[in-house]
């Protein structure tokens, strides 16, 4: 019994040491935070390079999946901000998780729903792990600086011409 205990304790030392030692392994990217850059390549077989758009234009990263209903019927919401904004300079990147997915099926769904901005598939979860995506629908917002401003689940942002005006000129010192 003592043995158990003894094994029991040293794991959860370990686990909090880790927790410690690696805070953004603990929790997800959240607002006030720079937005982890990342290199991937989009399902059209085009570059994305985040640290080439940090800077310049401000980012809104929506995080899907093809069996997600959430993603489903928030893609139209989705689509008219990237009507009213994308022209204005707000980059859009849609993620597919991948996870319990496939290319063709994700593939299917942007063309059903005439997604108009680039999306990578996730296939590793890579982008998903480091952006500590709890669930899916998910849709970041960042400065042009890359500060973190608006993180919804399951529901899309509203942006309006004041707020839109700090996404484009935020500089976090």
Same mark, same amino acid.
């Given at each position: 019994?003592? *043995?158990?205990?003894?094994?029991? &304790?040293?794991?959860?030392?370990?686990?909090?040491? /880790? +927790? #410690?030692? $690696?805070? @953004?392994?603990?929790?997800?990217?959240?607002?006030?935070?720079?937005?982890?850059?990342?290199?991937?390549?989009?399902? *059209?077989?085009?570059?994305?390079? &985040?640290?080439?758009?940090?800077?310049?234009?401000? /980012? +809104? #990263?929506? $995080?899907? @999946?093809?069996?997600?209903?959430?993603?489903?019927?928030?893609?139209?919401?989705?689509?008219?901000?990237?009507?009213?904004?994308?022209?204005?300079?707000?980059?859009?990147?849609?993620?597919?998780?991948?996870?319990?997915?496939?290319?063709?099926? @994700?593939?299917?769904?942007?063309?059903?729903?005439?997604?108009?901005?680039?999306?990578?598939?996730?296939?590793?979860?890579?982008?998903?792990?480091?952006?500590?995506?709890?669930?899916?629908?998910?849709?970041?917002?960042?400065?042009?600086?890359?500060?973190?401003?608006?993180?919804?689940?399951?529901?899309?942002?509203?942006?309006?011409?004041?707020?839109?005006?700090?996404?484009?000129?935020?500089?976090?010192?």
């Amino acid at each position: 019994m003592r *043995n158990n205990q003894s094994t029991y &304790l040293k794991l959860v030392i370990f686990l909090l040491a /880790v +927790a #410690l030692a $690696f805070p @953004a392994a603990a929790s997800a990217v959240e607002v006030g935070e720079k937005l982890p850059l990342f290199k991937a390549e989009d399902m *059209n077989g085009k570059m994305i390079d &985040l640290s080439k758009i940090v800077g310049k234009k401000p /980012v +809104a #990263l929506v $995080f899907w @999946a093809s069996w997600s209903s959430e993603s489903k019927t928030k893609f139209p919401e989705v689509n008219e901000l990237y009507e009213k904004w994308g022209y204005r300079g707000l980059k859009f990147i849609g993620i597919n998780v991948g996870m319990g997915d496939t290319v063709e099926k @994700a593939r299917k769904v942007l063309e059903e729903y005439q997604v108009p901005y680039p999306n990578v598939f996730d296939k590793t979860g890579e982008l998903s792990e480091k952006y500590r995506i709890k669930k899916v629908f998910c849709m970041i917002v960042a400065a042009k600086d890359g500060t973190v401003m608006m993180k919804y689940y399951d529901s899309v942002p509203v942006i309006d011409d004041n707020n839109f005006l700090v996404l484009k000129t935020y500089e976090k010192n």
